[in-house]
Each structure stands twice: as C-alpha cells, then as structure tokens.
C-alpha cells in the first residue's frame, strides 16, 4: 500500500509520500522528515496513471472536518472507509493509513489553520487494463488537506439568513449494490451540480425514480413534522453520510423522535423544519423551497437550535486530538 498525503494548506511547505506504508510507518514515527516531498517534486509517477480510481472510479473516500488540533468525527469517518472498502472488496489496512494520516497532520497543522477539510481517497490502485479485477493489486490512498470555513452555528440565527432548495430534474439511478456507499463514482453529483447552476437557489433535491426523497447535490437531508424527525432510507441509491449516522447517534443520546423512512417530495413540503447536514458545514437549515414559481416557507429557529447542539456533542464527544 502507497500513501500520498498532499498539503494545500498556506503555511504547510511539504507534502509527505510513502511506496511501502505499513514497512515504512515505523521508521516514520521515528523521523517523518525523511518522506517529506518539497513542493517542487511530483507526488505521482507515470504508473499512476494506471491507477483503478482515475481509469474506473473504482475506490471510495471519505471528507472529515478539524479545527486546529481536534479532528471532528475521525473515528466514524474511518468505520464507514472500512464498511465501503469491505463492500468493494478493497484490501486496505485502515489502522495503518490512521496512523500516517495522524502523524502527518500533526507536523502540517498549525495555529493559523482554524478549520480544515481532510479528503482520504482508497483506490484498489494500479491494475492492467480492463475492469476485471488485478489479482495482486497495490492500494493506493491519497490525502488532500484543505482549508475550509469555520462552522459557526450562530449565524443561522441572523435575521436575513436564507438558505433556498428546489427539486432536481434529474433523478437518481437505483443500484442497491452500491447505495449507502461513498464511491468515487460521483458523475450523477457532477451533473446535479451542472443543473443547479441553472437556477437562482443554493441547493437541490434529489429524488430516486419513484421520487422519493433522497439527499441534496452534496448532503443528507433531515425534516421534521409535528415533533418527529425523519430521514430517507438509503437502499437504492444516495450516500449513508457520516454527519447523517452521527446525527442519528445523537437524537437516541437526547431521547428525540426519528424516523427513517421512504418519502415522496411532496413530505418537505408539509414539514415544519427542514435542514440538510454533511460532515464539513455540519448542519444547514433550509428556509425556502421553491416549486413551479411557489414559495414554501420554513421555520429555521428548530434546526439553528440542533445545530449548536450538536456542534457542542461532536466536539466534545466525537472528536480526536492531535498529538504535538
């Protein structure tokens, strides 16, 4: 297994690189300056471009959100790596890409990195040519580390907060073989974000081919209707997010109603809150939908609520620190 862990952040000068992971970790926590790669090296060889991921998205990632030295939800994000590479038949030793993943932030983060995104992608990695699988593959994991916006839950409190959803035209395929699955095929998510485009709103809804409610172009979506809330099943089609599960994890802590359940579009627009969640903005509160030039209007005061909840819980309960 090679490891490329690739620094976009301002004040980091290197980037770090490893062709034998799992051999070379110890030798790593030792001295992590001896796979430093400066900016002007190339991180990838020409054999990467035979590469699973690139030629058939055949591989599956995860976007986990920090602040300073505290990773939010690291140990889920790395759970749902390790059921999506299982479902994928990916051969990936996950405690091993911890461990570097651990060990390079803590030399890359500095105090002038408030907020963070931290993108791992599992690739089966470089095989022949074809779809049939390699028969000794390499896996290849490649990080991205990127500055993000702070969450800040009190903005949603602001008088003029809008935040605007309408219906996609497009609609989801069904493929039960890989719904729930964070796969590196995201061509229908490039597509809902081309339509979106087209459109003065922040956001769309996307709805499998019975129409029934999925997620938004890049999150889950979560309302609620007369004190319970309700999420869609992901059987078909969509993404089982991180912040979706955690989200889940803390009602049952409070003792909130929720349900999971399959929804036609029409249900949000009967709802009393609606809000929609990934792990980097953490919860959004969706104040308007749009239909056939129809405004439908939504109180957001439940959701600004949750939102610094749950911000609060994932913080102090969900959380892993960085080691100096």
């Not at 030792?30 to 030629?55: E, M, W």
């Not at 976007?63 to 759970?79: A, C």
């Not at 903005?155 to 719904?179: E, F, G, I, T, W």
């Not at 979506?221 to 089609?237: L, S």
């Amino acid at each position: 297994m090679n490891i490329v862990i690739a620094s976009y952040l301002s004040e980091s000068a290197h980037s770090i690189c490893t062709l034998d992971a799992e051999h070379d970790l110890q030798a790593a926590l030792k001295s992590i300056v001896d796979f430093y790669v400066a900016p002007q090296q190339g991180l990838f060889t020409k054999d990467c471009l035979k590469d699973r991921a690139l030629n058939y998205g055949d591989g599956c990632f995860t976007t986990m959100y920090g602040e300073s030295d505290t990773i939010f939800l690291f140990e889920e994000h790395f759970q749902r790596l390790a059921r999506d590479c299982q479902k994928l038949s990916i051969n990936v030793c996950l405690e091993t890409v911890k461990q570097w993943l651990l060990l390079g932030l803590s030399i890359m983060i500095t105090k002038y990195h408030t907020a963070y995104a931290v993108k791992v992608v599992v690739s089966r990695g470089v095989g022949g040519r074809g779809y049939e699988l390699p028969q000794h593959p390499s896996t290849s994991v490649v990080v991205s580390i990127f500055e993000s916006n702070a969450i800040d839950s009190r903005k949603v409190q602001n008088d003029d907060y809008h935040y605007s959803v309408k219906r996609a035209n497009m609609s989801l395929s069904s493929q039960p073989l890989l719904a729930g699955i964070k796969h590196l095929n995201r061509l229908e998510q490039v597509l809902a974000k081309r339509e979106l485009m087209q459109y003065e709103c922040d956001d769309l809804i996307l709805c499998d081919q019975k129409g029934l409610i999925i997620e938004a172009t890049a999150a889950n979506i979560f309302y609620q209707k007369d004190g319970v809330w309700f999420t869609p099943e992901i059987i078909n089609c969509g993404v089982r997010g991180v912040m979706r599960n955690a989200i889940l994890t803390f009602f049952e802590n409070e003792g909130l109603s929720y349900e999971i359940k399959q929804s036609p579009f029409t249900e949000l627009l009967n709802a009393d809150t609606i809000f929609l969640c990934n792990a980097i903005k953490f919860i959004i509160p969706v104040s308007i939908i749009s239909v056939n030039h129809k405004t439908y209007r939504f109180d957001i005061s439940h959701a600004s609520t949750l939102a610094g909840s749950l911000y609060d819980w994932v913080s102090m309960q969900q959380s892993v620190r960085l080691e100096e």
